[in-house]
């Protein structure tokens, strides 16, 4: 019942950029956080960045910030990672995931109910 699905993953140049969507379904997509987090080869997952529930307010790890934006459409019941100047170490599997809980943690991951599969990302020198 509940999905999320992720598309928009490729294999790009080092510079280039990819915009991430992940479709929801199942679940009241307007009570839920949203986050985008990354696994690369041999590392833990990590943060990358969220966005409040009425797409006010976004947060980011720093490696990221100022090249990669999240963003919202309720209606669509879509979130979206915008992401520009992609670099070699942007390499990983992304991930969206959902977070109904308010006031808790959004970069730890145990704090989201709902994940998607992932979507690849390779960045190339």
């Known amino acids: 019942q509940v999905q999320l699905v992720e598309s928009g993953g490729g294999l790009v140049q080092a510079g280039a950029s990819l915009r991430l969507s992940c479709a929801a379904s199942?679940?009241?997509?307007?009570?839920?956080?949203m986050g985008w987090f990354r696994q690369a080869p041999g590392k833990e997952r990590e943060f990358v960045g969220s966005i409040d529930r009425s797409g006010s307010n976004a947060r980011y790890t720093d490696s990221v910030k100022g090249r990669f934006t999240i963003s919202r459409d309720n209606a669509k019941r879509t979130v979206y990672l915008q992401m520009n100047n992609l670099k070699p170490d942007d390499t990983a599997v992304y991930y969206c995931?959902?977070?109904?809980?308010?006031?808790?943690?959004?970069?730890?991951?145990?704090?989201?109910?709902?994940w998607g599969q992932g979507t690849q990302v390779a960045v190339r020198s």
């Open positions: 995931a959902a977070k109904r809980a308010v006031d808790t943690d959004a970069t730890v991951p145990q704090r989201y109910g709902f």
């Open positions: 199942g679940f009241t997509f307007s009570l839920y956080a």
